[in-house]
């Protein structure tokens, strides 16, 4: 039990990368919680949302490896939000605030949906970059809860956690998938009622992502092979709605791969945020990218370009 809690990595992320607090509704109750670390010249670094379960301390493993190569990485907590349109604004504030015009957006589970949702609703003035969307979905229909989205409010805690709960693995697992799902175990008992209710709403009110207007967005679908919360028709649909996507496989993983294969996914976020080194989108610092990368970079961007042309 534990295990990541009194983990080296876990306490020097916690003793080096300070956790922010930010306000940019007009309701002082609505407060943003954030890690930002990497270069802060950075103006288009990658922002990592949570799942249900989740708090912006789940993404340390990749805050710590990114920023250490040389990405800003942020990741991030949101307050209290009923609705879609609602947290989108509230997002679109933070970014504001931040000073930043556009970013990448890695999300896990319901952060990968609201990610889908906030490119969606900036479709018309673009802030997403691009997406890696992490054992997410697209129809919040598939959790057959549509018609109890409206009454997650009026329940207490231990019913809401309960919930979450039922979704984790159960039985025997390699000790890495254990000691991720008591970590997050830890998570959720640190969220309150309307913290866990209000997420539970947004992930389950009837909504669906509609793909045709984030059609230029560059997308990675990350997912596992074995047990998730995930059924293999929700992989599928995403599958079918981003035909395009980059695809990267995990054979274990479980809900938490980010905590539990974090190598593996780190890995595979770098491999798509490569795609933009050299360009002014890119999460990382140019001090940090070999110049021969950069080359090479520059080739396939003009290769492209001369492909669309011909084209």
Known sequence: MEEIRVSPDYNWFRSTVPLKRIIVDDDDSKVWSLYDAGPKSIRCP?????????????????????????????????????DL????????????????????????????????????????????????????????????????????WLMPAFMLKRIVLGNFAKGLMDPKMADAIDFMVDRLESLNQSELASRLTLNCQNSYVEPHKIKDVAVTIMDVFDQSALSHEAKEEMYKLYPNARRAHLKTGGNFPYLCRSAEVNLYIQIHLRQFHGTRHAAISPEMVSAEELEVQKTNLKEEMAGELRV
Do not use: M
Not at 130 to 152: E, K, M
């Open 85 to 152: 349109l609602e947290f989108c604004d509230g997002f679109r504030k933070l970014l504001d605030h931040l000073q930043l015009d556009k970013v990448h957006l890695f999300g896990a589970s319901l952060g990968g949906f609201l990610a889908q949702k906030f490119a969606e609703v900036t479709h018309k003035s673009p802030r997403v970059h691009s997406l890696i969307l992490c054992n997410s979905f697209s129809d919040t229909s598939i959790f057959n809860q549509t018609w109890t989205a409206n009454s997650f």
């Open 46 to 82: 990658i922002i990592f949302l949570p799942p249900v379960s989740g708090t912006a301390e789940v993404f340390f493993q990749q805050v710590l490896a990114l920023s250490g190569w040389g990405y800003r990485v942020i990741s991030l907590q949101y307050p209290v939000y009923w």
